[in-house]
T-cell receptor, first 112, second 113 residues
């Protein structure tokens, strides 16, 4: 799986969009970008994933650059409940026969 | 609520003891994963079962073992416990081997005294 780089922490004001970057410059053509988050000591929660097109669901949007070397997770209207550690994970599609490799992630703090 | 359940929520035991953690996957999910989260090691994959068979191993110690039963629930057995085994243990499930979308349970907090 490709290595990812994320800032250790970020702040965002409540109600604003939170933009979390992730660098994955060694990503291969068959590797997907996944985002999970973990709210304090709870089980990690799946957010979104994509291959090369931008994706949106009810939780967030995922923007992947054209060269696929970086991506941004966007939480459009952050709330206090979005304070969590966000993990960007890159792995081969259909690689369900293995566990996820979590890095240190980005600790996002939503300020009131 | 992810649909994955884990019991017990908390477990306190002594060094040298053996414990069993239990996980029930989401309805219909065939794959179960176990993870350990400690303060110094972060979230680490331990082992995966798919439809009753072991499929992948991560950083699982020889003192630890797991199994998945015909009803698809899984148990993680930890023996000869050491202080360093104190951690959060998460179970996750996914519907098949073709997806990387895993749904995590609330975890079991193990404290070894």
């Amino acid at each position: 799986d490709a290595k990812t780089t994320q800032p250790p922490s970020m702040d965002c004001a409540e109600g604003r969009a939170a933009n979390l970057p992730c660098n994955h410059s060694t990503i291969s053509g068959n590797e997907y970008v996944y985002w999970y988050r973990q709210i304090h000591s709870q089980g990690p929660q799946y957010i979104i994933h994509g291959l090369k097109n931008n994706e949106t669901n009810e939780m967030a949007s995922l923007i992947i650059t054209e060269d696929r070397k970086s991506s941004t997770l966007i939480l459009p209207h952050a709330t206090l409940r979005d304070t969590a550690v966000y993990y960007c994970i890159v792995r081969v599609g259909g690689g369900g026969a293995d566990g996820l490799t979590f890095g240190k992630g980005t600790h996002l703090i939503i300020q009131p | 609520d992810s649909g994955v359940t884990q019991t017990p929520k908390h477990l306190i035991t002594a060094t040298g003891q053996r414990v069993t953690l239990r996980c029930s996957p989401r309805s219909g999910d065939l794959s179960v994963y176990w993870y350990q989260q400690s303060l110094d090691q972060g979230l680490q994959f331990l082992i995966q079962y798919y439809n009753g068979e072991e499929r992948a191993k991560g950083n699982i110690l020889e003192r630890f073992s797991a199994q998945q039963f015909p009803d698809l629930h899984s148990e993680l057995n930890l023996s000869s416990l050491e202080l360093g085994d104190s951690a959060l243990y998460f179970c996750a499930s996914s519907v098949s081997l073709l997806t990387d979308t895993q749904y995590f349970g609330p975890g079991t907090r193990l404290t070894v005294l």
